[in-house]
């Protein structure tokens, strides 16, 4: 590459810090731009939910690199811009001042937006959501003062907060629209676990439910209003009910988007020029032969620099097994695999899930391993993904025996 590309990383996250910090490496000689809507240093987005939430982690712990690392490594950071469009043609970036910069390479990291709740009240001071740190300090601060919050949404983040909220003291409702928290990431025979482990730690889990209003004395917040009449006092409310990837720049370049930016195992999209990777990227996965978008941290943090080692032309095929961990009060677990809700046979456990140290193995109708998660069991993370990549039927006797080495199961 000559020394006047310029490769231009939208997106000043996990992912974009990671990207810069894989061009930097490949000592290209070109210039490598990083921008950023916050005007935070990049930073890990799991600690917003968990230790740094709960107050056991620093401020400085969560971020990806300490601001000298930037001038040192030669990328040239620039926070508080945001970016408004993409002009393909031209090789532009438009910014909100009007500005242009130009790129010969550019690799949206994105992310993702929270989910807004769709009903009256939701803009009631005391709503929060959590997604950026800013939004963590909120939550800390009220945790810090509430007696009593509501939850709205049983994904990770509402589980994580509302055993983050228990921790701290503070009584929780969970109104959660399935029969089961997590009901549709891990299906019924798992999700009772986490559904056990918060009623067991003190939560009010109410599940089947439908919020119709969120209630306010003025401009406050102070309760949930529920589809059949009932209330649920609250000094706040939490939402979590998803996140959208911002797309928004690959639809103003034309790009193809189909639940996030589409794109190949190399990460290009539907223009040569143009990369995206993490929770915006709808990537074709080599191993799984179809597109997924996955919105975890260790996608960000191995797959933008694939992208960028791509950018750099060197071949990349990305093929890393999805995997996520989750805290919860003294449950710790690790998940690895893919499966869409439904799209598997039957779970196979491992261990006692009563005293919560067991594996769980999700399976096709061909006794194929598709996804596995250890909870308060370690290092087995490899073996499992093993048994994913082997793709290969399984005895399922010797899957639930934990006398049976993983490693002897993979073929």
């Known amino acids: 590459m000559s020394t006047d590309e310029t490769y231009l990383i939208v997106g000043a996250s996990l992912g974009g810090a990671k990207a810069a910090e894989a061009l930097s490496a490949a000592g290209l000689g070109g210039r490598i731009v990083l921008l950023g809507a916050e005007s935070e240093l990049p930073y890990e987005r799991p600690a917003l939910s968990k230790g740094y939430l709960q107050g056991k982690a620093e401020r400085d712990s969560i971020y990806v690199h300490p601001r000298q690392w930037y001038g040192d490594a030669g990328v040239d950071l620039r926070l508080g811009v945001t970016a408004t469009s993409v002009d393909p043609a031209a090789h532009q970036v438009t910014l909100a001042d009007g500005s242009r910069i130009g790129y010969s390479r550019l690799l949206l990291t994105t992310g993702s937006s929270p989910r807004r709740l769709p009903v009256p009240g939701a803009d009631l001071d005391g709503v929060l959501y959590l997604r950026t740190v800013g939004d963590s300090d909120r939550i800390r601060e ?207 456990f491992r261990g006692d899930v009563e005293g919560r140290e067991f594996l769980a193995f999700w399976l096709d109708a061909g006794s194929r391993v598709l996804a596995g998660m250890n909870v308060n069991v370690w290092d087995v993370t490899d073996p499992v993904q093993a048994l994913i990549r082997a793709g290969q039927p399984v005895d399922r006797a010797a899957l639930a025996d934990p006398g049976t080495a993983l490693d002897s199961l993979a073929g």
């Open 142 to 348: 009220l945790l810090a003062r509430a007696s009593r919050i509501a939850v709205i949404g049983a994904g990770w983040i509402g589980l994580e907060v509302a055993a983050a909220a228990r921790e701290a003291g503070v009584a929780v409702t969970i109104l959660e629209t399935a029969e089961l928290p997590l009901l549709r990431v891990l299906g019924r025979e798992v999700a009772r676990v986490f559904a056990d482990l918060h009623s067991e730690h003190g939560v009010d889990l109410r599940s089947g439910v439908e919020v119709c209003e969120i209630t306010g004395d003025g401009q406050r917040a102070t309760g949930v209003l529920l589809s059949d009449g009932s209330r649920v006092e609250a000094d706040a409310v939490v939402v979590g009910v998803g996140i959208a990837p911002c797309t928004g720049l690959a639809e103003s370049a034309g790009l193809e988007v189909r639940d996030g930016v589409r794109v190949t195992a190399q990460l290009r999209s539907s223009d040569p020029d143009i990369y995206a990777a993490g929770d915006v990227a709808s990537a074709f996965h080599p191993l799984l032969g179809k597109h997924i978008r996955v919105e975890h941290w260790a996608n960000a943090l191995n797959q933008a620099p694939a992208a960028a080692r791509a950018m750099a032309g060197e071949p990349v095929s990305y093929d890393r097994v999805p995997y996520f961990f989750s805290d919860q009060y003294d449950l710790g677990m690790e998940y690895s695999g893919y499966v869409e809700p439904g799209g598997y046979s039957d779970v196979v």
